[in-house]
């Protein structure tokens, strides 16, 4: 068994309107030093696969199908066996 981390962001230049709510609120609350907030997605998907390199490559196809757009979103994959 495996598990693969997807982390998703926003490319550079996409604005983060949520990214940008938290940290106007952080502002109003007294935290005044918050100048950016950046927000992430992270997936966790457990998988059987016959080694990391096969569910790293079945894990970049569920990126490009379904969890990430590619015209607003970089992402990362990590993957590490499990028992």
Not at 35 to 56: F, L, P, R, S
Request: aromatic share 6%.
């Amino acid at each position: 068994m495996y598990k693969a981390t997807v982390i998703i962001k926003l490319k550079k230049g996409v604005l983060n309107p949520e990214g940008r709510t938290i940290q106007r609120a952080l502002n109003f609350l007294g935290f005044n030093n918050v100048k950016e907030v950046q927000t992430y997605k992270m997936i966790d998907i457990i998988m059987e696969g016959e080694n990391e390199e096969k569910v790293k490559e079945e894990v970049e196809e569920m990126c490009k199908k379904l969890l990430a757009n590619p015209v607003i979103h970089d992402y990362e994959i990590k993957v590490e066996k499990i028992e």
